[in-house]
């Protein structure tokens, strides 16, 4: 009876054991959608972000991913950093990129998509976080996750878990799964879309008459050389400015005279240094492949008037009217 005993008490004692082994496995089990924050407590991350699943990534060099229907580039520009893509639109974020791998992370949440570029350099990594909402796209700021160990370790996994509170991004940074900080970014810098001025070109000869060629206007980027007067054969070297908000409309403002003749004396000439070089001196519309020319004059700044107001040859030529329409001339 005594042996009977004993095996009945060791046959709980193993039921009690298996049962507590069971309860342990499905208490570490639960806790893996719990984190610990940076402070005291424990937090579960409630965020509605979801992380996008890339589709595809171009290696030669080029940065593209996508994402069903939608196209992402991370894209040099010419002061050797990057811009930002985004479905084809251009964000100047001119973001310095000098680490030897560059990933990308994308989490969608209703209106708001945050992108979380890495500039990966083995023993450490720099994330720069950006949030694209109503076509805008903001800086939110960069944080670092370091991994001194990686020759024991290998490159861990790293995710993050994004939440946000009226203007303050919340980002859990996860490293294989555990919570390796949190990161509470208030900053909310726009960076600027790509001017549609940017992919206008008006280079060329533009005339009101093509088979006039001592009358013309030849512009050369964001300079031109224009005719300003044929009495005494007078060129003028001008600048170009966009207009800022408006996409195709121009100032121009003189630069210097390119040449002048003195083919009478009694005729109208130019003092360099008294023409005013910050004043319009006249306003540029692209239109429907025409330039109009909205001419005011030069701007003496020691006689404090306009000069060649009316005296400038293309209005002439175009029996006083103002505006001029130019055509492009081959």
């Known amino acids: 009876m005594e042996i009977i005993g004993l095996f009945k008490t060791k046959k709980v004692l193993l039921i009690c054991l298996l049962y507590t082994i069971f309860c342990c496995k499905g208490e570490n089990k639960d806790n893996g959608t719990t984190y610990k924050s940076s402070n005291s407590g424990i937090i579960v991350n409630e965020s509605c972000f979801v992380k996008q699943k890339s589709f595809n990534k171009k ?17 040099s520009n ?7 893509v985004l479905n084809g639109k251009k964000y100047l974020s001119n973001l310095n990129l000098e680490s030897a791998n560059i ?22 990594s720099v994330f720069f976080v950006y949030v694209f909402e109503n076509e805008d796209l903001y800086y939110l700021g960069d944080f670092d996750i370091n991994q001194p160990n990686v020759e024991k370790s290998g490159v861990l996994k790293k995710d993050f878990k994004i939440s946000f509170n009226n203007n303050e991004f919340i980002i859990d ?4 799964d555990k919570l390796f900080k949190t990161f509470y970014l208030k900053q909310k810098k726009s960076i600027p879309q790509e001017s549609q001025d940017s992919k206008l070109d008006l280079s060329g000869l533009w005339r009101l008459n093509c088979e006039n060629s001592l009358t ?32 195709g409309e121009y100032y121009i403002r003189f630069k210097n005279t390119e040449s002048q003749q003195n083919y009478s004396g009694d005729k109208k ?15 540029l519309v692209l239109k429907n492949n025409k330039l109009l020319l909205y001419w005011k004059g030069l701007f003496n700044d020691k006689a404090k008037k306009l000069d060649f107001e009316q005296d400038f040859i293309l209005i002439k030529e175009n029996e006083g009217k103002n505006p001029i329409t130019l055509t492009k001339c081959d």
Do not use: P
């Open 59 to 75: 290696e030669d060099k080029e940065l593209i991913y996508k994402y069903e229907n939608e196209t992402y580039e991370i894209k």
């Open 173 to 176: 940074a996860l490293v294989k």
């Open 103 to 124: 990933n990308f992370y994308y989490y969608k949440c209703e209106n708001k998509k945050v992108f979380l570029i890495e500039g990966d350099d083995y023993y450490s």
């Open 269 to 283: 000439s130019i003092v360099d240094n008294e023409i005013s070089k910050s004043e319009n001196i006249g306003r």
């Open 216 to 247: 013309t206007f030849d512009i050369s980027d964001k300079n031109g050389y224009l005719s300003l007067y044929s009495d005494n054969a007078i060129y003028i070297n001008v600048e170009i400015i966009n207009i800022e908000d408006k996409v």
């Open 78 to 84: 010419n002061e050797q950093a990057y811009d930002i």
